[in-house]
């Protein structure tokens, strides 16, 4: 098509290599937690934190738990916007995993990711914010 970027081979072997990571990162974050619950440590408190998050599938929930128990509302960065607040410079996102749909798909059929902000790391407009240090 006119106009759209056609990236090297090379690139995208690249972009390619480092999404398997963050999903490998991601899956192996998931196996420790899910061991953790098996053996009882953490559960209790996982399953209060599951409580504030019905609509979410259990590897969400246990992802966002696994890296933020403190959590308790998650969205996308524009949805903060949307919603009047705003994320702090420096704040990190949240990997949760996100179904795609068959059009953006890549070739090989790796699971989807998306990162999304916490609640609490979210501010009203007019407030001022500090760079996390």
Not at 38 to 44: I, L, S, Y
Not at 69 to 89: C, E, F, K, N, S
Request: proline share 7%; glycine share 8%; net charge positive.
């Amino acid at each position: 098509m006119a106009g759209e970027r056609v990236l090297p081979e090379e690139e995208l072997a690249r972009r390619r290599e480092v999404a398997a990571a963050r999903v490998r990162a991601s899956h192996d974050l998931m196996v420790a937690g899910v061991r953790d619950l098996v053996t009882g440590k953490d559960c209790a408190a996982y399953l209060r934190f599951a409580a504030r998050f019905l609509s979410y599938s259990f590897n969400n929930s246990m992802l966002i738990f696994l890296q933020r128990p403190d959590a308790t509302m998650v969205t996308g960065y524009r949805a903060w916007q949307q919603l009047g607040l705003q994320v702090r410079r420096g704040e990190k996102g949240i990997a949760r995993s996100s179904p795609r749909s068959p059009a953006a798909a890549p070739t090989d059929k790796a699971p989807g990711r998306q990162v999304c902000m916490v609640g609490r790391q979210a501010h009203p407009p007019g407030r001022q914010v500090h760079p996390a240090g």
